[in-house]
């Protein structure tokens, strides 16, 4: 998950898969945060069915795939954390109480791990 940074997040939208690469703001484990604006389209999406799915694939093609559900995070001081700690939040949005910003906890329901096109997933305890 470290070299491979920036994953691709699976929502649904009316029975539609859509995929598109996401920048967490916090990882802790498997519990990966995700910034996001009220206007994007996955908002709408998240709105209706918060399952998500998760895949890095690093430079080796290593896969870790995280199957969640994303919850918006309202913990004011989890918020500023994430806020004091990203320096691209503060340029774009300009203050943490910006209407735009929705910060989304994706929780993990499973995990898996395939290395190198093994064709073959394993799956990882979540503790």
Same mark, same amino acid.
């Given at each position: 998950?470290?070299?491979?940074?920036?994953?691709?997040?699976? #929502?649904?939208?009316?029975?539609?898969?859509?995929?598109?690469?996401?920048?967490? %703001?916090? #990882?802790e484990g498997f519990t990966v945060y995700v910034a996001n604006l009220r206007r994007y389209r996955k908002t709408a999406e998240l709105s209706v069915n918060p399952c998500v799915e998760l895949c890095? +694939?690093? $430079?080796?093609?290593?896969?870790?795939? =995280? #199957?969640? %559900?994303? &919850?918006?995070?309202?913990?004011? #001081? +989890? +918020? &500023? $954390? =994430?806020?004091?700690?990203?320096?691209?939040l503060r340029k774009y949005l300009g203050t943490p109480d910006n209407p735009e910003l929705i910060i989304y906890c994706i929780r993990p329901t499973q995990v898996k791990y395939m290395k190198e096109w093994a064709l073959e997933y394993f799956t990882v305890p979540l503790e």
């Open positions: 998950m470290r070299r491979a940074r920036f994953p691709c997040m699976a #929502t649904m939208d009316a029975g539609q898969p859509r995929v598109r690469p996401v920048s967490p %703001v916090r #990882t890095y +694939l690093d $430079e080796n093609h290593d896969q870790v795939r =995280i #199957t969640g %559900v994303a &919850e918006v995070v309202s913990d004011a #001081t +989890l +918020l &500023e $954390e =994430i806020w004091s700690s990203n320096p691209l």
